[in-house]
């Protein structure tokens, strides 16, 4: 079965620090890769996704991610975070092509300190 | 453009007491979803649809209902609601290429 595994629950950065928030996807086929972002009482936001071609994917306020196959990983990155970017951030892979049916991780939930 | 939209934003229900949550999309897509979001737990997939008078099983089926009779709606029926019901919900619809969700709605069910 398809599934998605985010091993931090819970990380915090300084302002101005860099961030990577890993995720890890287990599919047979080839993966649809997603990230979304949820602020506080907020719906989720897609951040950026990986459907085909250059692995190394831009997304919108400065993310990015890096799709390896070998690892069946596909960790995001920015490289100075903002007091903003506080938020709970999900991985996701779609199961049916695209964006169908989409299995999320757990999340994790990022803290940035002044 | 409203995008997708959800009524109510709260709620609190009483054991074994019915209510219907609202969606609507404006982006004439015909994949809906709905998903509850429990901490620790992520979104977990409800029930959703393919397209109008379509739907299907998600991975947490039980205790739910949903109808699709118009293709922009998609309601998500309790009809005895439990406290493990207690959750956020989001209602989401998609094109090819991303999910679009709405804001949630808290349920509290005592």
């Known amino acids: 079965a398809q599934s998605v595994t985010q091993p931090d629950i819970h990380i915090t950065v300084s302002e101005g620090a860099s961030l990577e928030l890993r995720c890890n996807y287990s599919?047979?086929?080839?993966?649809?890769l997603f990230w979304y972002v949820q602020s506080p009482g907020q719906g989720l936001q897609l951040l950026l996704k990986?459907?085909?071609?250059?692995?190394l994917v831009q997304g919108i306020k400065g993310f990015e991610a890096e799709f390896k196959r070998s690892q069946s990983s596909f960790n995001l990155r920015k490289p100075s975070v903002h007091w903003s970017d506080a938020a709970e951030y999900f991985c996701a892979v779609g199961t049916q092509g695209g964006s169908e049916k989409l299995v999320f991780g757990k999340g994790t939930k990022l803290t940035v300190n002044p | 453009n409203a995008g997708v939209t959800q009524t109510p934003k709260f709620r609190v229900l009483k054991t074994g007491q019915s209510m219907t949550l609202l969606c609507a999309q404006d982006m004439n897509h015909e994949y809906m979803y709905w998903y509850r979001q429990d901490p620790g737990m992520g979104l977990r997939l409800i029930h959703y649809s393919v397209g109008e008078g379509t739907t299907a099983k998600g991975e947490v089926p039980d205790g739910y209902n949903v109808s699709r009779l118009k293709k922009q709606n998609f309601l998500l029926g309790l009809e005895s609601a439990a406290p493990s019901q207690t959750s956020v919900y989001f209602c989401?619809?998609?094109?090819?290429?991303?999910?679009?969700f709405g804001p949630g709605t808290r349920l509290t069910v005592t």
């Open positions: 599919y047979g086929a080839t993966p649809y």
């Open positions: 989401a619809s998609s094109d090819p290429y991303e999910q679009y």
């Open positions: 990986y459907f085909s071609g250059d692995t």
